[in-house]
RNA sequence: CGAGUAAACCAGGCAGUCGCGGGCAAUGGUCGAAAGACCCUGUCCGAGGAAAGUCCGGGCUUCACAGAGCAAGGAUAACGGCUAACGGCCGCCGGGGGCGACCCUAGGGAUAGUGCAACAGAAAAUAACCACCGUACUCUGUACGGAACGGGUGGAAAGGCGAGGUAAAAGCUCACCAAGAUGGGGGAGACCCCAUCGUUGUGUAAACCCUAUCCGAAGCAACACCGUGGAGGGACAUACAGCUUGCUCGGCUGUCCCGCGGAGGUGGCACCGAGCCGUCGCGGCAACGCACGGCCAAGAUAGAUGACUGCCGAAUACAGAACCCGGCUUACAGAUUUACUCAUAGC
């Protein structure tokens, strides 16, 4: 499955100022509309979850929880998600946990 | 066996399932006129001792100067060596600490000059408060003089300590010690040793300053290049196409050229280099140099090493390359090895 990242911090904003968003103590997910029929995702690691290595972490982790997880990739939506504290020291099951939940109740999943 | 000192080295491993970045190779597939692009397959490689802090020194790039000196500003500070270079490293000297192995040292100049030294204290640099001694007197004291031994204050009190000496004292004299000057000797040098001279005003230079040496500035978001689109200028009298009313003139847009800022892309950039590893090799106390042999081992660009399971006593230390090297500093669970020191007990 090849993922096709958000890049442009105007992408970024428009997702975080328009979009819908779910919140778990793990992980937190924007979610909106675009234009370009394929999904897109972003992951945003702030300086906030630690150094390098916990942010590096962390943003491995929900790479391989999104990539166990079997989402349509043809639909035309923009998905940020956004590391927090907690992240880097949960388990990966942990992570595609809040992911499924998340994605379910915005949409994207339908099962 | 215990306590300790100094180095070196490692930084979880293995198996399974799924997954990621790059190089190479070849076949097949899709698209394309081609160049090529994408997918698939195989194989090899894929973070650190600090990758960190960005504190020094370089390479590289652009700009400036393309000669020399001075000033300003900054950095360094015993001495000898090593190095491409260094504020680094090695050795050594002085000072300090430890029984010792060994460790620490911002270690030039206070005799170039100007400052400062709060409070306390009589006094912080032309020293006399108490106590001491002498003389005079109006004699339980006062005045004048002597004197830095004692007291008290202070971080520091006029080289230290003892003896002689004296009215009491004082390098006043003497022995030893510390500092200085001069002379001699040793050493590559810092420095050390000896002799003589009474020559002796404390601290602060992390106060200004003086001396010696070194230093142009900015950084890979440097810098070089690319095509598309953008606004601008020019060439087009003409010609071609379109629009402006059917035609003419005129106007606008495009066609051609120029340089400009700039979202994006490519190179820089993954390296034969001050390269890395090894040697009962040679020189050197050592840092290091030479010789010989071997190796070429990350290169992303929203940024590749991960997820899950099991086993191994336990393993969740600090921590992630971003142009590249040499250092320094800081963080750090634990494991191993080597050399050395000390004490106690036992044999």
Redesign the pocket.
Known sequence: M?IT?????RD?QRVYRRGKSCVSPGLVTYVLKNKNNNLRI???TSKKVG???KR??S???IR?AF?HLDVDMNQNYDIIFVARTKTCFL???EVERYMREHLRSLGIMKT
């Open positions: 090849k990242p958000i890049t442009g911090n970024f972003g992951i945003t150094k390098a290595v590096n972490r943003r491995r982790l391989a990539s388990k990966s099951y």
